[in-house]
């Protein structure tokens, strides 16, 4: 028998603004999967949020885009929607693009990250949370953990690991998708993961097949056609034993990199780790947050978490994310803290050229 681990999220509503989801909300997450586990579609869950995203972590025997799983979750951020309108909380409902399930939570506006697998003697599973950022924004990481050997000593010194893995990326504006082996083809898998808002890592298998990671790669502002938030997104990666150690899989988040998101969708920041309790994003919308749960999964049941972040050897990584938010802040309107047009998820350009249209010289 196999278990699989789905994690499923979405932003129904926050308090101030954009900030944190209400500790109301994820109450009614609870019952709702609380009464899944009893009737015995769920065997464990657990919930948490990171700023104005609530993460649902839940653990079954129903395989991946299991109808009644997401049914559930579906049902969970519904009836979550209904406290928020109630509370005026901001955003109320704002990820759910239908009132109504239709057979797959998939773009219906929260987003996925599930794997099954058999489980191992011991498997470690660890799960990141993100808020004010998007899909790409674990592509650096997840080639750091997967792929380079100065990250993962695993990969040099470990037989179990030293063939390499294999990655599946999406590219979200064509909608298709191609699997590259690592360390082969890595000049040209980075040469597409470079560019974080197009190709995205949506999954990572050893070479035998075997699951590794898998990322929630929805974008909700191209499913939507238009501005109706960013895409947070969420990741599960299996640790240890022919996968990389728990350290490996972690030191990564120790570079508070660069990634989109921050205020009105719209600004490259730097992403940083903090606990579930610190995950709170407040500057200036911000700035990007991640949080990092550690859990071993045992007969489909969740051990933990460990709160990852929640690590003074961290200390040094928001202080660096604190000081690197001051200096791209200081750009103000410019890029390349301001997204390139593009990539805006706000913009009044379109607006201001019809404006200036007739005032518009040709120049010889
Ligand atoms: C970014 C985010 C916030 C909002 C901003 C403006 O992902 O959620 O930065 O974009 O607070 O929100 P509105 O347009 O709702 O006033
Ligand atoms: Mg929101
Ligand atoms: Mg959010």
Redesign the pocket.
């Known amino acids: 028998t196999k278990t699989t681990i789905s994690v499923i999220k979405a932003d129904v509503g926050s308090v101030s603004?954009?900030g944190v989801a209400h500790p109301a909300l994820l109450d009614i997450c609870e019952d709702t999967l609380e009464n899944a586990r009893e009737t015995g579609l769920l065997n464990d869950y657990y919930i948490t949020r990171c700023g104005?995203d609530i993460d649902m972590i839940m653990t079954h025997r129903n395989g991946e885009e299991n109808e009644e799983v997401h049914e559930t979750a579906f049902t969970a951020f519904m009836k979550a929607t209904e406290k928020a309108r109630e509370l005026k909380l901001y955003?109320a409902g704002q990820d759910l693009l239908s009132d109504t399930f239709s057979g797959n939570i998939k773009g219906m506006g929260p987003g996925v990250a599930e794997m099954e697998f058999k489980e191992r003697p011991s498997d470690p599973v660890i799960v990141y949370c993100c808020d004010?950022t998007e899909p790409g924004a674990f592509n650096l990481p997840l080639y750091k953990i997967f792929a380079d050997p100065f990250n993962t000593a695993g990969l040099v010194i470990d037989p179990s690991l030293h063939d390499g893995f294999k990655f599946e990326v999406f590219d979200v504006m064509e909608h298709r998708k191609v699997i590259m082996e690592c360390p082969e083809e890595s000049y040209d898998l980075l040469a597409l993961l470079g560019s974080t808002g197009r190709y995205v890592i949506k999954r990572i298998f050893k070479k035998n097949g075997e699951i590794a990671a898998a990322v929630s790669t929805e974008r909700l502002n191209l499913m939507a056609g238009q501005y109706v938030?960013?895409d947070d997104p969420v990741a599960v990666v299996r640790a240890q034993s022919g996968f990389p150690a728990a350290g490996e899989v972690i030191e990564p988040f120790a570079f508070p990199h660069l990634v989109s998101?921050w205020?009105?969708?719209s600004h490259n920041g730097p992403l940083m780790p903090t606990s579930q309790e610190e995950a709170n994003p407040i500057r200036f919308?911000g700035p990007p947050r991640i949080i990092g749960l550690g859990f071993q999964v045992a007969d489909s049941e969740l051990i933990g978490p460990v709160d990852l972040f929640d690590d003074p050897a961290f200390d040094p990584t928001r202080k660096e994310a604190a000081n690197i938010a001051t200096y791209m802040r200081r750009h103000g309107p410019f890029e390349p803290h301001r997204l390139p047009s593009e990539e805006m998820?706000y913009t009044s350009l379109p607006g201001v050229l019809t404006k200036l249209e007739e005032r518009f010289k040709k120049m010889d």
Do not use: A, F, S, V
């Open positions: 603004g954009h104005d955003g004010k938030g960013k998101g205020m009105r969708g919308d998820e």
